[in-house]
């Protein structure tokens, strides 16, 4: 199940030495963190399909592909879902109480850092979606027969990390419009870079249906490059607006120092 | 030559320490970055090119280099514009080889290999490196995006094939099997059963009437070059419309 | 754990429990969910027999039988006409591996051409790769339609104490390994092309900063390589030079080297013919069946199938089984893939007559093999009788029953 990393809320940026705003264990410990939970949630089903896929999870009518799979598939979805809207949930409800507080810069710089700890971790969940599983996506239908939309491969894959997909890159969202007012405040309007890469996540999610129902209609055979799989491609690639995301923050940071360097040219100037 | 204001400005901007910026962020964003890179010429590739890739008996000489330069080339065009035009680094083709072949290798390794157990001799991944350093030495000498589009893209897919021709050429010995001969990849297609994947799938040359005898490696290098060039440009857009117009733009009625 | 994770807790816990305790047991295979009319109405499979069940790794067994396209083959596959098919093996991945196929007594590598109504007496010589116990089938694929499996055998495969190989011959002579041939070359390769492209990313992102740049990019224009600000220098240059002159040499070295090692090459093969007619395709046929009608029992388990079948032979003909997808049912004692049957009145008719057979199975897979649901958009049971003459000849007559479903 989805254990993400409680974002900070009010202003944490700390003085201890090692957990600053810019320290691996201070504003990058979401990034770290994050990015590992993930990949080890990957390496753990995988490890879990070595040894059960091949022996339970071909013939999904039999009592243990019950057991093994069908039951991995209520606990991904119970688990996304709920994961989901609790995280999004405690965002918003704590998100309302500070976007209005006035924050120091080494502040606003830890949370850019957190910010891009979560863009990571939205990186690397859209790697183990489009990459990893698919990988083992066509291993599996190339060379299984196919008996369900349920497959071990499509199980983690279409049903647990998709919809991680959804849920970082929406919930990266409401981090940036409550913790960064200043980039992506509710007053500027939506920011096209989410729009693009929300859009992609969301699309993706919905694509699996057309692919399901492709599959059940028209080509029995598992050509893997076949024009219906396309989709799924083109609406990847609106998660090129992930770019922007970086792009924004960057420009957010130069502004800072840029307001750091006035600050201390006014107090030269008074102490002159 | 007296050098103006402005030249000295920007020199001293490119060396100037920060309060706030150091090398984390380079570190986080380079290292960040290749996941969801690597993971978007993963996808491009296997939905438009996967089979070619997936199996030496799909890599042919008339649908390869031409399905496979155009799938791979997208992205890396698109992070060749976006590393450019806010860093000045001619990379982006290359990082994008680095990050496919990560992501390709460990798919292969741990998907194929791992789980279902084909050899790795019959579904190692084309690598996409070298074309990327001629593609990305193009933009280089070149500045320009419409040079690299055809210079590089010309240089792309020709080289691409060279540096996998290598590679495969082992496996197009050919050997005895079944009463007749076969190459050695013919062999590994058919002995390393994948069942869902009846071997009439297999979209390679048959040759036809109109095959010039010995001309079809060329003609479909040419083409696959002038599509790889029809590919970057599809990257250029991804590049442009996608990544960088959205910066700081906002929809105000949603 | 505070109260409101301990319910959440539970709720996924008793959902998994339901989800665990819905569907029976069944085993091998999910040809289960292709539409049994589907499965019933393609391909018909007739003495298919498998020559052992356990092999070591490396050693070979046989799987040989004959598949019929039959001739109520349906319009909405393949558009009512099969072109093109292929014969295999289908397992959970490469455990075992296809070594040899004949079919109607030609090797035949690849795929064939075939028609509706086509016979194929094939035979599969297939060789033990993986150590373990597998459900293995003979499949027969056909284009625009799919993959239709035969009877399946629990097939184990040992471990070989004196190792596992595969070879196989090139022209030149020499045996190789396939399972590991040039597997390090070709890893080399695509390591050092790896290790070049790490090499060119190192040197811009190590010794140069990268995201402090924005704040003079954003400031010249696009197609400017920032030289006269140190963006760029001119010793950039001249390393991605070298760079690329060192990549170009490469790529001549192994383009000698492959050239040097590998002399002989050629193109991959398609092979694709049309396999002669055997025996039993041209035998004159004598055994016809007509008005056939089906009911299924859930309760008792029992299929009957009432059929009107006619000798039109100069010799009394029996009936040896009825198959239909992979099952195959037998009157007398069942072989090991065999199901039994009975048959009333007789099995034998006489010539020149016409005898209504009926046929009852006691059996569940009917049901187990999701044959019989009233969930299909068609309800027809199709298979094939096949009748022996008393001269020894054989005879396969399709036989298409309108199935009476029980709602109940």
């Given amino acids: 199940m989805a254990q993400v990393a409680a974002p900070p809320t009010e202003a944490r940026v700390s003085d201890r030495p090692g957990r600053g705003p810019i320290d691996w264990l201070g504003g990058w410990r979401t990034c770290i963190v994050g990015c590992s939970v993930f990949l080890l949630l990957a390496i753990a089903i995988r490890i879990f399909q070595q040894f059960t896929a091949w022996k339970y999870g071909i013939d999904a009518s039999s009592k243990n592909f019950a057991l093994y799979y069908r039951s991995l598939f209520i606990a991904e979805v119970v688990g996304v879902t709920v994961a989901t809207l609790w995280w999004w949930g405690s965002l918003v409800r704590r998100g309302r109480t500070l976007v209005n507080a006035k924050i120091s810069h080494a502040e606003e710089v830890r949370r850019i850092a957190v910010f891009w700890g979560l863009v990571g971790t939205t990186s690397v969940i859209l790697y183990i979606m489009a990459s990893f599983w698919p990988n083992q996506d066509g291993s599996w239908h190339q060379t299984a027969v196919r008996d369900t939309a349920l497959t071990p491969s499509h199980i983690p894959m279409f049903y647990l990390f998709f919809p991680l997909g959804i849920t970082f890159t929406v919930g990266t969202y409401l981090f940036g419009r409550y913790w960064l007012p200043k980039v992506y405040g509710a007053e500027n309007g939506f920011p096209w870079s989410f729009f693009l890469l929300i859009a992609a996540s969301v699309t993706e999610l919905m694509q699996v249906a057309m692919n399901e129902w492709g599959h059940s209609l028209w080509i029995t055979e598992e050509i893997f490059a076949v024009p219906f799989h396309w989709p799924f491609v083109l609406y990847g690639w609106l998660a090129a607006g992930i770019f922007a995301l970086w792009a924004e923050t960057l420009v957010r940071l130069l502004q800072i120092e840029g307001e750091i360097e006035q600050a201390a040219g006014v107090k030269e100037e008074e102490v002159a | 030559m007296a050098t103006d204001a402005k030249t000295l400005e920007l020199r001293e901007l ?8 150091d090398r984390k962020w380079d570190a986080v964003f380079w290292i960040t970055a290749i996941f969801v890179v690597g993971a978007a010429a993963d996808i491009t590739k296997q939905l438009f090119a996967g089979d070619w890739d997936f199996w030496t008996d799909w890599k042919d000489r008339q649908w390869w280099p031409i399905v496979t ?8 065009s698109a992070l060749q514009y976006i590393q450019w035009l806010a860093w000045r680094f001619p990379t982006g083709m290359t990082y994008t080889a680095v990050g496919l072949f990560l992501c390709t290798f460990v798919g292969r390794w741990v998907q194929w290999g791992a789980f279902v157990y084909y050899p790795m001799n019959f579904v190692w991944p084309a690598t996409m490196v070298a074309a990327a350093i001629f593609a990305d030495w193009v933009l280089l000498k070149t500045k320009s995006f419409i040079l690299t589009s055809v210079i590089g893209a010309i240089l792309f897919s020709v080289t691409w ?3 996998n021709y290598i590679p495969l050429a082992p496996y197009l010995q050919p050997a005895h099997w079944m009463d007749r001969i076969v190459t050695v990849a013919d062999v590994q297609g058919i002995e390393y059963i994948h069942s869902q994947t009846p071997e009439y799938l297999r979209i390679v040359e048959h040759g036809s009437l109109r095959t010039f005898l010995g001309e079809t490696q060329y003609v479909s290098l040419v083409f696959g070059a002038t599509v790889a060039i029809a ?10 419309g996608l990544a960088i117009w959205p910066i700081g733009r906002f929809i105000k009625r949603w | 754990m505070r109260r409101r994770h301990r319910r959440l807790l539970g709720a996924v816990l008793l959902a998994g429990a ?3 305790s819905i569907s029976p047991a069944a085993q091998a295979h999910g040809e289960k969910s292709q539409e049994a009319f589907l499965r019933m109405t393609s391909v018909g499979w007739v003495d298919v027999k498998f020559s052992q069940d356990h092999v070591k790794q490396g050693e070979t067994f046989t799987i040989a039988g004959t598949a019929k396209i039959l001739d109520a083959w349906p319009s909405g596959l393949a558009k009512g006409a099969p072109n093109t098919g292929f014969i295999s093996v289908i397992a959970p991945g490469p455990v075992v591996m296809v070594k040899e196929r004949t ?13 509706k109504g086509g016979i194929y007496e094939f035979s599969l010589t297939v060789a033990g790769r993986r150590a373990g116990t597998w459900h293995v089938h003979p499949s027969f694929s056909v284009k625009g339609a799919g993959t239709l499996l035969g009877p399946g055998m629990w097939i184990t495969v040992e471990k070989n104490p004196a190792g596992y190989s595969n070879p196989i011959t090139l022209d030149n002579g020499k045996t190789i390994n396939l399972e590991n041939y040039q597997l390090p070359f070709t890893w080399i390769w695509l390591l050092i092309t790896f290790v070049i492209g790490v090499a060119w990313m190192i040197y811009w992102t190590v010794p140069k900063r990268t995201v402090t740049n924005l704040a003079v990019t954003s400031q010249i224009p696009l197609n400017t390589d920032g030289m006269e ?15 690329a002159i ?3 040499l490469l790529l001549v070295v192994g383009w000698l080297y492959q050239a040097a090692a590998f002399p002989t090459k050629m193109p991959q093969q398609v092979i694709q013919f049309a396999p002669p007619q055997p025996a039993i395709a041209s035998a004159p046929q004598f055994a016809k069946a007509s008005n056939a009608t089906a009911t299924y029992d859930r309760g008792s388990k029992t299929f009957t199938m009432n059929v009107d079948v006619t000798n039109s032979g100069k010799t009394a003909m029996t009936l040896k089984e009825f198959t239909t997808t992979n099952l195959n049912f037998v009157p007398g004692t069942p072989g090991p893939l065999d199901r039994q049957m009975q048959v009333a009145p007789t099995t034998t008719v006489d010539p020149g007559a016409t005898t209504k057979l009926t046929l009852t199975t006691h059996d569940s897979v009917w049901q187990d093999e999701h044959l019989l649901t009233v969930g299909s958009s068609q309800l027809e049971v199709t298979g094939i009788l096949v009748f022996d003459d008393a001269d020894g000849a054989s005879n396969l007559a399709e036989v298409q029953a309108i199935m009476q479903p029980q709602f109940k």
């Fill in chain 3, 18 to 20: 339901l989800v665990v």
């Fill in chain 2, 231 to 240: 590919g970057y440009w599809i990257g250029q857009f991804i590049g442009r």
């Fill in chain 3, 103 to 115: 079919i109607n007594g030609v090797s035949a590598p690849d795929r064939i051409d075939v028609h």
């Fill in chain 3, 246 to 248: 060192g990549t170009a």
């Fill in chain 2, 161 to 163: 094939w060279i540096s």
């Fill in chain 2, 69 to 76: 330069p155009f799938a791979i080339i997208i992205i890396g």
């Fill in chain 3, 229 to 243: 600000y140190g963006l760029i220098t001119k010793r950039d240059h001249r390393n991605m030079n070298w760079f």
């Fill in chain 2, 14 to 21: 490119v060396n100037k320490q920060y309060r706030y910026i």
